[in-house]
């Protein structure tokens, strides 16, 4: 079995700061890992995902994630944030050897960029 | 490309009735997943579907229960409705070729009201 934690319940930020949004995970079994992101009145759109190879991985919107295997953590940062970045961030795991892809998901993290 | 389509966006019953919930996944997608959004618990996997099976559920009750069409399209069924069972549900799709690593495509949710 699986569990996500996401540390911060909501990150209030300025506009053009840098975020982090903090993930660890517990699992006992291999994962691949997986950050969602759900804009106001809409469904999960995928932001970034870890499969393999480098453990820094990147998306077109400025985002990026650190897979740490060691202290099971797979934080998020964007080093400038703008008031379309407001939303709410689901960190994700899912078993690698799993048929299918069920995933477990965090509690989420609120960011609100401010003016 | 029509991406995940749910209907109806948002169902009021009251506690004991049946509810049902649709979902069309993105063309050419056969495995279709169903999450549960409640308020406080976050989001919950509750169903997944593939080639018309059942493949896994979550830890919910049996009378969360669906099926998944020729077309791939699914329903999701909620028997004995009750409060808690109000929540935002979210549909999933992929392409179901990948494995556990593969990128879920949501939809926009029902959200479901009982009273």
């Known amino acids: 079995a699986q569990s996500v934690t996401q540390l911060d319940s909501q990150v209030p930020v300025f506009e053009e700061a840098p975020v982090e949004l903090r993930c660890n995970y517990s699992s006992s079994v291999s994962v691949y890992l997986f950050w969602y992101v759900q804009y106001p009145n809409q469904g999960l759109q995928l932001l970034l995902k870890?499969?393999?190879?480098?453990?820094l991985v990147e998306s077109i919107n400025g985002f990026e994630a650190e897979f740490n295997k060691s202290q099971t953590s797979f934080h998020l940062r964007k080093p400038s944030v703008h008031i379309s970045d407001t939303a709410e961030y689901f960190c994700?795991?899912?078993?690698?050897?799993?048929?299918?892809?069920?995933?477990?998901f965090g509690g989420g993290t609120r960011v609100l960029v401010k003016p | 490309e029509a991406g995940v389509t749910q209907s109806p966006t948002h169902l009021i019953k009251t506690r004991g009735q049946q509810a049902t919930l649709r979902c069309s996944p993105i063309?050419?997608?056969?495995?279709v997943y169903w999450y549960q959004q409640a308020l406080g618990l976050g989001l919950q996997f509750l169903l997944w579907?593939?080639?018309?099976?059942?493949?896994n559920r979550g830890n919910f009750p049996p009378r969360f229960s669906g099926r998944q069409f020729p077309n791939y399209s699914s329903e999701l069924n909620v028997n004995a409705l009750e409060l808690e069972d109000s929540a935002l549900y979210l549909c999933a799709s992929s392409a179901g070729t990948s494995g556990s690593g593969e990128t879920q495509y949501f939809g926009p949710g029902t959200r479901l009201l009982v009273l």
């Open positions: 870890y499969l393999s190879g480098s453990t």
């Open positions: 063309s050419g997608h056969t495995s």
């Open positions: 579907y593939d080639e018309g099976e059942e493949r």
């Open positions: 994700a795991v899912s078993d690698i050897k799993a048929a299918g892809n069920k995933l477990t």
